[in-house]
């Protein structure tokens, strides 16, 4: 299946074809900054899945056990759409809200709920995580979950 993610003026763009290998929502608050939102949500391609189109900025900072992560965001509107980190260089993770598609996959995992805001409810059904993933390239089901 082919979707479409875009930034809020159109001029970026992000292609992706096939499923998410994972979605997730992440409460760190470096993606609530990020976003302005309660939680930011990613959907995980493989890079070779995820074609993008139209100029771009990137603003690249620390992130957890001294890797980096890039975020690649609309110069002209601000949005920020994917963004790709040495946790594993072939993957993208593009913003799920981007995608503007109310059918789209649901998250699975829910991250970095050490800093979750304590009125949000998630599903009965989501995995959760105090921290983040110990390797994104693992599956769900290989992953130490918390609850």
Not at 117 to 131: G, N, S, T, Y
């Amino acid at each position: 299946m082919e979707r479409l993610a875009q930034c809020h003026c159109g001029s970026l763009r992000a292609k992706t074809s096939g499923d998410p290998l994972m979605v997730s929502l992440c409460h760190c608050r470096d993606c609530q900054r990020r976003t302005g939102a309660v939680a930011g949500s990613g959907a995980i391609f493989e890079k070779s899945e995820v074609t993008i189109e139209g100029e771009r900025k990137v603003f690249v900072r620390d992130a957890a056990q001294g890797r980096t992560v890039r975020f690649h965001f609309c110069p002209n509107c601000g949005t920020s759409l994917y963004w790709e980190g040495d946790f594993n260089p072939n993957l993208c993770v593009v913003a799920v809200g981007a995608f503007a598609d109310p059918t789209f996959p649901a998250a699975s995992v829910s991250v970095f709920e050490q800093s979750k805001h304590e009125w949000l409810h998630l599903p009965d059904d989501i995995k959760h995580a105090q921290r983040g993933l110990v390797s994104p390239a693992a599956t769900v089901d290989d992953q130490p979950w918390g609850n």
